[in-house]
């Protein structure tokens, strides 16, 4: 009896060693955990870093870089994006957007009204595999405690904090912290065990990305191409411009509506590239180079908790990826920003109750859901293709209505006419 009371002895004060404890723990360290991160270091926070892979590291996406991240990015850092702006092996500047109607007629729209007053570009186009690297190289290990090829195995939730798991190098260990960031991607586990968020497939699209060498026809000021195909509708297929000639073909549609019509998005997308007349040509020289991969976006297309007892969500892993565009990248960024103001404030105020961190909810819900609504709705109008032709096919002959739709991207209220049927019965009754 005495052995036994030795042995578990010796095995609860092993426990007590390998448990490590820190005030804030981010899992992931993609644009949303590199944001949290970077800003916290700002701060003088001390945190723990948790990262599955080893960079640099590819992820799957679109590549684009919106306004929103050159806006946080210049919040962090200033020389950020003149250093972007200098690498033209990995980052090529966008001025604008390309929107193409199931009817074939197209209109670009610029990203500024004005691009004269612009020192830098309004946006990039870059390899996640760069840009991820790119921020996570600037990760302060002052502050930040990183820990790379380390897969969190489990979570669970004490009255006193939160025990993380995770293996590393064949060994798990375990960490106790008073706050976990999840910013793990769309499999969050942070989201599943902590937040209890389960996927929808009304409020989540399917995508597939290519990387294709050779094809044709890029905008000078490299805009970024959405072409709405017929073949592909309520989704869409996009033409984004890489360095080095290179460039990002993906497609995506609303997994309600892959599973409804039962689409392979793969073969669809390849059949529009072979015989869509509007986009073959620009295809005819071009090659394939590597696979055709998949992932999923959780769309902030429905509110979401993004906090709790002891937790905070950012980026995929809170589902705020934009319902219309797809882009991601611009609100995980954001919402690591806003995140790391909250820590801060927790940290001074030692709270991370739920009641407390559901600030941060309404923090973030206040300066995007807007944004986030009325992109939800111009998704919904992808299911009335002769709305887009109307559009489109209206400011191809209209300048007046071509900056006006310009002026959208940089002023909400504009864009919310979108919103309304009115603004579609003044395109009929006008030419």
């Keep these: 009896m005495m052995r036994l009371h030795w042995m578990l002895l010796v095995i609860l004060a092993l426990y007590l060693v390998t448990v490590n404890k820190t005030d804030i723990v981010i899992i992931g360290a993609g644009p949303a955990g590199c944001a949290t991160s970077l800003f916290l270091a700002k701060n003088n926070i001390p945190h ?33 994006i003149p250093a972007f702006d200098s690498q033209k092996n990995t980052f090529i500047e966008s001025w604008g957007v390309k929107f193409v109607a199931p009817n074939g007629k197209a209109i670009d729209i610029p990203f500024k009204s004005d691009m004269s007053k612009e ?50 190098n064949g060994l798990t260990q375990t960490i106790q912290a008073k706050l976990v960031i999840g910013a793990e991607g769309d499999r969050s586990i942070v989201a599943k065990k902590l937040g209890k ?37 309520p989704g869409y297929f996009w033409i984004f411009p890489l360095p080095n000639g290179m460039a990002n073909i993906g497609a995506g549609m609303l997994s309600k509506e892959v599973s409804k019509r039962k689409v392979n998005l793969k073969a669809d997308m390849l059949k529009a590239i072979e015989n869509n007349p509007n ?22 297309s429905k509110k979401r908790p993004l906090s709790g007892n002891g937790f905070l969500l950012t980026g995929d892993a809170g ?33 991370f109750d739920g009641e407390f961190l559901k600030q941060y909810d309404h923090a973030f819900y206040e300066r995007q859901w807007d944004e986030l609504k009325l992109s939800h709705t111009m998704q919904r109008l992808c299911k009335y293709p002769w709305l887009f032709n109307l559009v489109v096919n209206k400011a191809h002959k209209n300048k007046a209505l071509r900056e006006t739709i310009s002026c959208m991207f940089e002023d909400l209220d504009l864009r919310s006419k979108l919103r309304n049927p009115l603004f579609y019965i003044k395109l009929l009754m006008n030419d």
């Design 197 to 233: 968020i389960q996927k929808e497939n009304e409020h989540y699209c399917a995508g597939i990305r290519a990387y294709y060498s050779g094809v044709t026809g890029m905008h000078p000021q490299h805009f970024i191409e959405l072409h709405f195909l017929p073949e592909l509708l």
């Design 119 to 168: 020192q830098y570009p309004p946006g990039f186009i870059s390899k996640r595999f760069d840009f991820d690297h790119e921020l996570f190289k600037r990760l302060d290990r002052n502050y930040a405690e990183v820990l790379e090829g380390a897969e969190v195995t489990d979570i669970e939730r004490l009255p006193n904090g939160t025990i993380v798991s995770y293996s590393q």
């Design 279 to 300: 986009i073959k040509e620009r295809f005819k020289n071009a090659k394939l180079e590597g696979k055709i991969q998949g992932w999923g976006l959780p769309l902030g």
């Design 319 to 351: 589902s705020l990826i934009d319902p219309f565009t797809g882009e991601g990248i611009g609100n995980a960024l954001y919402s690591g920003m806003m995140a790391a103001e909250w820590i801060v404030k927790a940290i001074n105020k030692q709270r």
């Design 48 to 80: 723990t870093v948790i990262e599955r892979a080893v960079f640099p590291r590819d992820k799957v996406c679109g590549d684009a870089l919106s306004g929103k991240t050159v806006y946080v990015l210049n919040q962090l850092d200033p020389t950020i």
